[in-house]
């Protein structure tokens, strides 16, 4: 399947929060929304980095309190790896699992068309055999 076609299914919208948003602000969306990651957007909403809960326990370790009234801009992580619309399923799972993280926005030209998850990706993979599975049986039935 590719990247496109799971955007018709799941859609472009993506939670995410403002590079000068403070993390109190991103640590919020993530437990009202019950997600992993928000992305960090510029004023004219292209992507400047990611934000994920991995992040934000790494932040409280290292300083202990006041974090939350700092910008996400110095918890995030600047460098994001992305797929286009054009990319694969199977391109987006090798990714996360060489660079070993569980999201991978869409992103072309800095414009953000949407996000996938390793929870995702295991939906598609499943909902795939399973289709597999039937195509073979219903061969074996009438073959
Ligand atoms: P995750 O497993 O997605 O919760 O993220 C684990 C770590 O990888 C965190 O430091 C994230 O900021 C970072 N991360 C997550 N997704 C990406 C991505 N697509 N590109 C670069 N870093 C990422």
Redesign the pocket.
Known sequence: MSVANFLKTKGNSVYSVREDASLREAILLLNTKNI??VLVTTPDNMLT???????II?RALVQETGFRDESVSKT??K????VTRSASIDDVMT??TN???????IVEDGKIYGLI??GDVVKIKIAEAENEAAALREYIATG
């Open positions: 992993g990651v980095g990611i934000l994920s809960e991995r992040d790494r995030m992580t460098k994001v790896k992305s990714l996360m660079s070993r993280f569980r999201h991978v926005p998850s390793i």
